[in-house]
């Protein structure tokens, strides 16, 4: 079970339903929870409080303020649970983009928000573990193709063969105290330099 976050902020227009999501936040052991009754300015205060957790209840949203509150949701990596009392295909679509981990429409009661939320926290906590990892295989991607280039870059200067030029680059990273990765990326900067330098004689 997820432990509570350190402080959640909740945005809703409408006293009575923000009443009922801070009631069953409290009842999950909630106990810093920010109310805020004005959409307009949340931003701002989403920087200001930096809360763990945002909470957005749009009663009858209309499409701009729908539309505010989903660049809201991109801009705030954090857990946020919207709820709604009415959707369409479009604008849940637009919510599951926009990064928002729990969509619900019409079921705001009390005794629900805590699961709703431990489910929120859940599944951002696994979307983020899957964006670094895709993030990780992306660089190691990246900084092999680098290598494979200086290796190329060293092979055809200097004559040497595949497992030459990669004992060359290591040897300099260890020599530099640098990753090989760093060491490829300055051998084709220089290379890169040296060829537009030929190019303009």
Known sequence: MPSPPASILVIDENRIRATIIEAGLRDAGHHQVTVVHDIVGSARLIVELDPDVIVIDLQNPNRDMLEHMLALSRSAARPIVM???????????????????????????????????????????????????????????????????????????????????????????????????????????????????????
């Not at 906590?125 to 680098?146: P, V, W």
């Open 83 to 201: 709820f709604v009392d009415q959707t369409d295909q479009a604008a849940t679509e637009a919510a599951m983009d926009a990064g928002v981990s729990a969509y619900i429409v019409d079921d705001l009661r009390r005794e629900r928000v805590k699961p709703i939320l431990d489910i929120a926290i859940s599944r951002f906590n696994a979307f983020s573990r899957l964006t670094e990892e895709l993030d990780r295989t992306r660089r190691e991607l990246d900084e092999r193709k680098q290598v494979d280039r200086a290796k190329a870059i060293l092979m055809k200067s200097r004559g040497l063969g595949e497992s030459e030029a990669y004992a060359l680059l290591r040897k300099t990273a260890m020599n530099q105290g640098r990753r090989i990765a760093q060491v490829a990326e300055s051998l084709i900067t220089a290379a890169g330099l040296l060829d537009a330098g030929e190019s303009s004689e």
